[in-house]
């Protein structure tokens, strides 16, 4: 059974940055597909960006730019490095893996942007 933790996650003003953690337990974490989600209140969770076990990346339009994501495999944690954070960011951000180890979600992990 996969399990996700989030963490990293806090209060900083615009134009700051923050680095999400996502640890995975199990052993087919360097074959399966990593992604970032985020969900502000009211509205739907967004996928911010993902990547692949080759490494192939892909990104939501408004983070292009001021948002990474990698993987460390030796560690099993996938990471979104955030830029010139804007208070439209904030919202809960989710770590999510699709593989042959299953669908799963982590508890997420708050970001809030001030003005």
């Known amino acids: 059974q996969v ?3 989030e963490s990293g996650g806090g209060l900083v003003q615009a134009g ?16 399966d597909e990593m992604r970032w989600y985020r969900q502000a209140p009211g509205k739907e969770r967004d996928l911010v960006a993902r990547i692949s076990p080759a490494n ?8 292009k ?4 994501i990698y ?11 955030m830029n010139a954070l804007k208070p439209e960011d904030t919202a809960v951000y989710y770590c999510r893996s699709m593989g042959i180890g299953g669908d799963h979600w982590g508890q997420g992990t708050q970001v809030t942007v001030s003005s």
């Not at 640890?23 to 974490?29: D, L």
């Not at 192939?56 to 983070?63: C, E, L």
């Not at 495999?73 to 996938?78: D, E, R």
């Open 3 to 5: 399990q996700l933790v």
């Open 71 to 81: 993987r460390e495999n030796t560690k099993n944690t996938v990471y979104l490095q």
């Open 16 to 31: 700051g940055s923050l680095r999400l953690s996502c640890a995975a337990s199990g052993r087919t974490f360097s074959v």
């Open 56 to 63: 192939s990346i892909t990104y939501r339009d408004s983070v």
């Open 65 to 68: 730019g001021r948002f990474t």
